[in-house]
């Protein structure tokens, strides 16, 4: 069993930067594939970012390539999303996932494993 807890969400302008961080329980972290989602009003939940877990790996959603970066802190049980370049449309609640199915191409999350989100707004 793991819980998530994100933060870091906030305010900016378009062109800004934010870091979000999501903290997670349980000794096993460092064994989980982690993911980012994000979550739009009246827009369905969607991939943005995944790493895995040694932190070899990571794929990207194409909308966030170039601008985002995923990384993780095992011994701090921590995984990050530096957001970088923000748009007013990457305005939503970030939710970052445990333990999902890590793909060279994507990432599906594990549905028993999600955080409650933090928001994200980018003002034009």
């Known amino acids: 069993q793991v819980q998530l ?13 934010l870091r979000l961080s999501c903290a997670a329980s349980g000794r096993t972290f460092s064994r989980y594939d982690m993911g980012w ?4 009003p009246g827009k369905e939940r969607e991939f943005v970012a995944a790493i895995r877990w040694n932190g070899r790996s990571t794929v990207y959603a194409d909308f966030v390539k170039g601008r985002f970066t995923i990384a993780r802190d095992n011994a701090k049980n921590t995984v990050y999303l530096q957001m970088n370049s923000l748009k007013p449309e990457d305005t939503a609640v970030y939710y970052c996932n445990a333990d999902g199915t890590y793909d060279s191409g994507s990432y599906y999350p594990n549905s028993d494993y999600w955080g409650q989100g933090t928001q994200v ?3 034009s």
């Open 5 to 17: 807890v994100e933060s870091g969400g906030g305010l900016v302008q378009a062109g800004g930067s």
């Open 121 to 123: 707004t980018v003002s």
């Open 37 to 40: 989602f994000r979550q739009a």
